[in-house]
């Protein structure tokens, strides 16, 4: 699997859209890209995921560079419960070779 | 919604012991992993497992073995703990193609 690279920290305020990147240029073409997010004491809980078309739910917007070498995770409207901290990975469903590694991620934290 | 159960959330051990973690899925899932968080080192790869009996090493699979006599469940198992094992293990499970699901967590000191 790819390695991504993740800034350590960010800050958004409140009511603001938070975007947070994650630069993936050594992906392959059937590696998709998921997010997770990690709030205090919890296990990681899964946001979004995508393979090169720009990806929406009702947690967040998945955006993904043309070359997929990067992607920005946007929360449109940051609350204080959206502190955490979000991990981007790459990953091809292959069986038996499930070797999925998460990294250090980057810490949200949301400013009243 | 599925549901990922790990035995203990919190546990006290000595040195020398043997030490045995479970986690349960209940989503007939095929993959099962386990996890090791540290502070600033992320979350580690120590096994994963993706059927009945099979695992394969993670990225720190050393003073750790695993167990999958079932689907539904997988064993991390330390044969003699140490203290530098202190830490928070996470299961998660998924489907082949599918996202993974986390369970809450099991806090170990070895003292």
């Known amino acids: 699997d790819a390695k991504t690279t993740q800034p350590p920290s960010m800050d958004c305020a409140e009511g603001r859209a938070a975007n947070l990147p994650c630069n993936h240029s050594t992906i392959s073409g059937n590696e998709y890209v998921y997010w997770y997010r990690q709030i205090h004491s919890q296990g990681p809980q899964y946001i979004i995921h995508g393979l090169k078309n720009n990806e929406t739910n009702e947690m967040a917007s998945l955006i993904i560079t043309e070359d997929r070498k990067s992607s920005t995770l946007i929360l449109p409207h940051a609350t204080l419960r959206d502190t955490a901290v979000y991990y981007c990975i790459v990953r091809v469903p292959d069986f038996g070779n499930e070797k999925l590694t998460f990294g250090t991620g980057t810490r949200l934290t949301i400013i009243p | 919604d599925v549901k990922v159960t790990q035995s203990s959330r919190y546990l006290v051990k000595r040195t020398g012991e043997k030490v045995f973690l479970e986690c349960v899925q209940d989503m007939d899932h095929e993959n099962m992993f386990w996890y090791r968080q540290d502070p600033g080192l992320g979350l580690r790869l120590i096994y994963f497992?993706?059927?009945?009996?099979?695992?394969e090493k993670g990225d720190i699979p050393e003073g750790y073995s695993v167990s999958r006599e079932k689907k539904e469940r997988f064993s991390l198992i330390l044969e003699s703990a140490s203290t530098n094992q202190t830490s928070m293990y996470l299961c998660?499970?998924?489907?082949?193609?599918?996202?993974?699901?986390f369970g809450e967590g099991s806090r170990l000191t070895v003292l």
């Open positions: 497992s993706y059927d009945v009996k099979m695992k």
């Open positions: 998660a499970s998924s489907k082949y193609d599918g996202e993974l699901f």
